[in-house]
């Protein structure tokens, strides 16, 4: 089994930055890939970026294109989303996952693993 915990959400004004974290304890998560996702209130959960086990290959919703960066330190067991020009529209509760295999998917019912989330609010 694999715990997630996220952290780093919070309050930011729109146009600011913020840096997601996603420790991974039980079990290591460096043969795994990695997902971010998010649900903003009364609607569906989305797909926010990826990458696969190393690193190596990442991909981001078009949303989040050229501002959310999501990379990893599997030495540390994190993986992280570095969140920059943020918009009110950002305003979600995000979660971490991690798949069953090396590569990342686009679908969140292809993750077993999930961490409990955290809110980031943009104010504008």
């Known amino acids: 089994q694999v715990q997630l915990v996220e952290s780093g959400g919070g309050l930011v004004q729109a146009g600011g930055s913020l840096r997601l974290s996603c420790a991974a304890s039980?079990?290591?998560?460096?043969?795994?890939?990695a997902g971010w996702f998010r649900q903003a209130p009364e609607k569906e959960r989305e797909f926010v970026a990826a990458l696969n086990w190393d690193g190596g290959s990442t991909y981001s919703a078009d949303s989040v294109k050229g501002r959310f960066t999501i990379s990893r330190d599997n030495a540390k067991n994190t993986v992280y989303l570095q969140m920059n020009s943020l918009k009110p529209e950002d305003t979600a509760v995000y979660y971490c996952?991690?798949?069953?295999?090396?590569?990342?998917?686009?679908?969140?019912?292809?993750?077993?693993?999930w961490g409990q989330g955290t809110q980031v609010t943009v104010s504008s």
């Open positions: 996952a991690a798949a069953s295999g090396p590569y990342y998917s686009l679908r969140a019912s292809e993750y077993p693993y």
């Open positions: 039980g079990r290591a998560v460096s043969p795994y890939g």
